[in-house]
């Protein structure tokens, strides 16, 4: 029972830590993408692309978002399977949840 158990924490353990490294790559590419939208947004200013272009980094920022949002779902669910391992609730700091709040993108204009 007791190697079970361990099992189990050991899996939720690596699951979320694998969540935590694919929310921190959608993070990193959220930035990206923002980046890569304002210069698009620059260049529809400035008269040097059309709406279609502009469009289509508005949607990809928008992939991006959605994407990121996914992966933080995803940890929190892992973390929930973690909790359900090792049979305690594990919290997060009221410091964590607001960076993580901050965090999320949103398409600057």
């Known amino acids: 029972v007791q190697a ?8 939720a353990i690596a699951g979320y830590e694998a969540a935590l490294k694919k929310s921190a790559t959608a993070k990193k590419l959220s930035v990206d993408l923002q980046k890569q ?14 709406a279609l272009t502009l469009a289509n980094a508005e949607a990809e920022f928008a992939i991006g978002a959605r994407d990121q ?3 933080t779902v ?6 929930g399977a973690l909790e359900d ?4 609730p594990l919290t997060l700091s009221t410091n964590a949840v ?8 949103t398409a600057e204009k």
Request: hydrophobic share 40%.
């Open 4 to 11: 079970n158990a361990i099992s189990e924490i050991d899996s």
């Open 37 to 50: 939208l304002n210069s698009v947004r620059a260049q529809a200013q400035a008269g040097e692309i059309d």
């Open 69 to 71: 949002l996914n992966a």
């Open 74 to 79: 995803q940890a929190q669910q892992t973390l």
């Open 85 to 88: 391992a090792v049979q305690s």
């Open 98 to 105: 607001r960076a993580a709040q901050n965090n999320f993108p």
